[in-house]
């Protein structure tokens, strides 16, 4: 089993920028595929990026691509979502997510472990 904890978030104005790191205990987090989702006020859970296992490919929602990286540093167990050019529709409660298997695509049922989410709100 693996523990995640995010953090990092915060309130920025638009056009900002911030980084989200998710810290894993318990487990070796190399070994885990990790997404970050994001849920605003009265709307569905939803995908922002993944990172595979190991040395990790990459996945975008399109609505992030270009602005939003993710990185993993695997000797920390920690997993970021860098945050540029943020803009009022990102503000949501971000998490992070684990499952120790390779990249499964975008959907939350592909993944077992959660983090407790972190508040991100962009001001216009």
């Known amino acids: 089993q693996v523990q995640l904890v995010e953090s990092g978030g915060g309130l920025v104005q638009a056009g900002g920028s911030l980084r989200l790191s998710c810290a894993a205990s318990g487990r070796t987090f190399s070994d885990y595929a990790v997404g970050w989702f994001r849920q605003a006020p009265g709307k569905e859970r939803e995908f922002v990026g993944g990172?595979?296992?190991?040395?990790?490919?990459?996945y975008y929602a399109d609505s992030v691509k270009g602005r939003f990286t993710i990185s993993r540093d695997n000797a920390k167990n920690t997993v970021y979502l860098q945050m540029n050019s943020l803009k009022p529709e990102d503000t949501a409660v971000y998490y992070c997510?684990?499952?120790?298997?390779?990249?499964?695509?975008?959907?939350?049922?592909?993944?077992?472990?959660w983090g407790q989410g972190t508040q991100v709100t962009v001001s216009s």
């Open positions: 990172v595979n296992w190991g040395a990790g490919s990459t």
């Open positions: 997510a684990a499952d120790r298997r390779p990249y499964r695509g975008p959907g939350l049922d592909n993944y077992a472990y």
